[in-house]
């Protein structure tokens, strides 16, 4: 596990086994070179306000994408594209204390690879899916509003937010499952 909060280009090379990288937003950038390597890794972007699709153009062997918000003000969350799918990302996790709304935006996905979206935060969540079969997973007291892509997309809803989906796409008969508590 490594953890990176200097300013300044970053190398991490990933070992064999899982691997978590921790990164300060204001820190990862294209620059960085990001290799998880063997096993099932993931890259820990701490305290972010938004991430483009370009600072993943050098990362490469990671799994999931954790997007922890606590502090700051403002919308926080990714846009993830070409660069965020090459780099192997299938999953994104948006979690901490942070009131204010945190998203992903991977509409750009053009994987039949899916994404799988999961909230776990006390912010309201906004969710893009791609063109494959994508899940989303609302876990968190506060609301998910998702958008499905063209794939059979999959939407659940464990907690008391409420989860508002905006579009179910084109893509197949998308599942929803309900298992809310009070």
Known sequence: NVSAATVGDLTVLGGSDDDTILIAEDTFNSDDVIKGEEGTDV??????????DAAFKNTSGIETLELVVHTGTGSSGAVLGANAQAAGITKVDISGSRTDDAFVDASAYTSAVGVTFESSTVSDSI????AGTDTFLNQGAADSTVTGGLGIDTFTQESSGTLLVTDLGIGGA???????TS
């Open 43 to 52: 890259l820990q972007i701490d305290d972010g306000a938004t991430l483009a």
């Open 174 to 180: 998308d599942v929803f499952t309900i298992t809310a």
């Open 127 to 130: 969710f893009v899916g791609g």
